[in-house]
């Protein structure tokens, strides 16, 4: 059984940038691919991108990263990272990580609110 625990969601202002993290407890992640998804209120989920389990490639949603998202991950540390940069009001979203399968499970999410 894996828990996912993400941090780093805040207020930033437009053009800012904030770097998220997620936590694993409870078990090793570094077996699975890791996802990075994100709630806009009042639509569905949208998928942010993915890295690998050796974190050696990542793939990005380009309609949602614009190549300003950048996912890393620390498999000693249990964590993975979304390094968000020139953040637009757009953005402000509910984020969460996501273990690939078996594990398959979500964190809590974290808020992210572009506003000036």
């Known amino acids: 059984q894996v828990q996912l625990v993400e941090s780093g969601g805040a207020l930033v202002q437009p053009g800012g940038s904030l770097r998220l993290s997620c936590a694993a407890l409870?078990?090793?992640?570094?077996?699975?691919?890791m996802l990075w998804y994100r709630q806009i209120s009042g639509k569905g989920s949208e998928w942010v991108g993915t890295i690998t389990s050796d974190g050696r490639n990542a793939n990005y949603a380009p309609s949602v990263t614009k190549g300003r998202f950048f996912i890393s991950r620390d498999n000693a540390k249990n964590s993975v990272y979304l390094q968000m940069t020139s953040l637009e009001p757009e953005d402000t979203a509910v984020y969460y990580c996501?273990?690939?399968?078996?594990?398959?499970?979500w964190g809590q999410g974290t808020q992210v609110i572009v506003s000036s």
């Open positions: 409870g078990s090793p992640f570094r077996d699975y691919a």
């Open positions: 996501y273990v690939s399968s078996p594990l398959s499970t």
